[in-house]
């Protein structure tokens, strides 16, 4: 082999390996979005039933403070709607940005 094909061969095999580390780091770093990404998704479904079980406590509880059932079921959709309002106004403030932030955080994390 002459000098030329030796160094073709050498640069043909440093290219494989930068696209083969260039593979493992995307694959590194799109397991750790998936993986953060998913423990949310867990977080916030736990939440989410704490939150349904307590409104429908609440519920009864005020709606034996009124006498009529269906009072307390109407002041808990009443306060749903305001705070769906709110975050609705706040989304991209308090929802979007941020999970904006921790996608490009965990992309580009150095550890």
């Known amino acids: 082999m002459n000098k030329t094909e030796e160094l073709l061969h050498e640069l043909k095999e440093y290219i494989a390996l930068r696209i083969r580390i260039g593979q493992l780091i995307f694959s590194n770093k799109s397991s750790i979005v998936a993986s953060s990404l998913i423990t949310y998704m867990i977080i916030f479904m736990l939440a989410f039933f704490f939150i349904l079980v307590l409104t429908i406590g609440l519920s009864l509880w005020i709606s034996t403070l009124f006498g009529k059932w269906f009072i307390?079921?109407?002041?808990?959709?009443?306060?749903y709607l305001f705070l769906g309002v709110i975050i609705y106004s706040f989304r991209n403030k308090w929802i979007r940005q941020p999970m904006n932030d921790l996608i490009v955080k965990e992309i580009f994390d150095e550890d």
């Not at 307390?72 to 306060?79: E, K, Q, W, Y």
Request: hydrophobic letters at 75%; glycine letters at 24%; aromatic letters at 12%.
């Open 72 to 79: 307390g079921f109407l002041i808990m959709a009443g306060i």
